[in-house]
C-alpha cells in the first residue's frame, strides 16, 4: 500500500541497504527536496550523514539561519553552513548578463562545495534530492528547476574527481508526494509546501548588476510580500510569488521630503507545470497593503509595481 508511512519506511530499509556503516554527504539547499533527503537520510543513518549547506547571500531573508535552525538545532543533522556571499558578490561584480551571471554562480557553487567535500574524510556516498520529474526533464534548461548541485550532476553526472556513489531516495517520486513524505518525516508544513526557489536565487531577481544593497532591499521587499501572502491565504493559491529588484530610480515624497529611491516589482503566478503560467489575480486591498508597507517601511524603495505578463511569452522571472 502506498502511503507516506509506508513509503518512508520503504525509503530507509533501502538507504541501509545501500549505505550500510558508512558516510553519504548531502548538499542542503533549504528547498524541499534537499530538506526531505536530509529528513529521511537522518532518520535512516544519523550520523553517518553529513551536510554541506553554501550560503551564497542570495538567498531569502533569514534563510540560512532558518535551515540552520531546523536541521541543526532542531533535529540534530550534522550541517557545515560556508558562508560565501563574499565569495559571489565578488565574482559578480560588474556582470549584468542574465546567463553569466547564472554561470558565475553554479560554477561557484561547486566549487565551494567541491572545496568543502574534500576537507571531509572518508565520504562514500552522495546524496541527491533528484526527483522523477528530474529524471525525465534532465536535459532542462536555464540552469534546471533543481539546486545547483542537483542540476549539475544531473545532466554531467559527478564531477571527475569525485568519486562517490549516488543516493537518491526521491528518484521515483513526484513533487506532491515528496511533500507528504515531508510532512511524515516531521517537517513543517511551510516548509515543505514552499514555493521553489531558483538555484542562482536573488541573483537572477535583481536584474543587471547584483550588489549587496540591492540584495538586502530586495530581500525585505520579498519578505514582506510573502508575509501578506500568507496572512491573507494567497500564498498556497499561487505556485510562486517574489519581488524583483529593478535597477532604476524614481521620485517619491515621504513628508515633506522627496524621495529618489529604487524600484521593485511584484511577481505572481498560478501555474501547473511552471511551462505557462498565468499572472496572479491578487486583490487589490492584498497589493495596496504590500505595497505600503514595502515603501513606508524600506527607505532605499520608493516604488512597487505588479506584473500582469502571463507566460508564455514573459518567463516567470525576470532573467
Ligand atoms: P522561467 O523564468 O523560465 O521559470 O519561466 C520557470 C521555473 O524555473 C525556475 N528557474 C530556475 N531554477 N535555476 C533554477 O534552479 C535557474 O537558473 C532558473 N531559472 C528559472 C523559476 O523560478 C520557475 O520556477
Excluded at 537522518?42 to 547571500?57: E, N, S
Excluded at 572545496?115 to 536535459?139: H, M, N, W
Excluded at 521593485?264 to 499572472?279: H, Q
Amino acid at each position: 500500500l502506498w502511503t507516506p508511512a509506508n513509503i518512508v519506511d520503504d525509503a530507509i530499509a533501502k538507504v541501509r541497504e545501500q549505505v550500510g556503516d558508512r558516510k553519504v554527504l548531502l548538499g542542503l539547499s533549504g528547498g524541499v527536496d534537499s530538506s526531505v533527503v536530509a529528513a529521511l537520510l537522518h532518520k535512516a543513518i544519523g550520523d553517518q550523514l553529513t551536510c554541506v549547506f553554501v550560503d551564497h547571500g542570495l538567498l531569502r531573508l533569514h534563510e540560512g539561519d532558518q535551515v540552520m535552525r531546523m536541521f541543526a538545532d532542531n533535529m540534530g543533522v550534522k550541517v557545515i553552513r560556508v558562508d560565501a556571499e563574499k565569495r559571489f558578490l565578488d565574482l559578480l561584480k560588474g556582470e549584468s548578463d542574465p546567463e553569466a551571471k547564472r554561470k558565475i554562480i553554479g560554477r561557484t557553487f561547486i566549487e565551494v562545495f567541491d572545496e568543502e567535500s574534500t576537507k571531509l574524510e572518508g565520504i562514500d556516498f552522495l546524496a541527491q534530492g533528484t526527483i522523477y520529474p528530474d529524471v525525465i526533464e534532465s536535459a532542462a534548461v536555464k540552469g534546471g528547476k533543481a539546486t545547483m548541485i542537483k542540476s549539475h550532476h544531473n545532466v554531467g553526472g559527478l564531477p571527475e574527481d569525485m568519486k562517490m556513489e549516488l543516493v537518491e531516495p526521491l528518484r521515483e517520486l513526484f513533487k506532491d508526494e515528496v511533500r507528504k513524505l515531508g510532512v511524515e518525516l516531521g517537517l513543517p508544513h511551510d516548509m515543505v509546501y514552499r514555493h521553489p526557489f531558483p538555484g542562482p536565487g536573488l541573483g537572477v531577481r535583481i536584474l543587471g548588476e547584483v550588489t549587496k544593497e540591492y540584495a538586502d532591499l530586495l530581500r525585505q521587499a520579498d519578505h514582506i510580500f510573502i508575509e501578506e501572502l500568507r496572512k491573507a491565504g494567497w500564498y498556497e493559491k499561487t505556485s510562486q510569488a517574489f519581488a524583483v529588484f529593478l535597477p532604476v530610480k524614481s521620485v517619491g515624497v515621504v513628508g515633506d521630503a522627496r524621495r529618489y529611491a529604487w524600484v521593485v516589482s511584484l511577481r505572481a503566478v498560478e501555474t501547473i507545470d511552471f511551462m505557462t503560467a498565468r499572472w496572479a489575480h491578487l486583490p487589490y486591498e492584498l497589493l495596496e497593503t504590500v505595497s505600503g508597507r514595502i515603501i513606508n517601511e524600506i527607505e532605499g524603495i520608493s516604488r512597487v509595481v505588479y506584473d500582469v505578463s502571463s507566460k508564455p511569452p514573459a518567463t516567470i522571472e525576470w532573467e
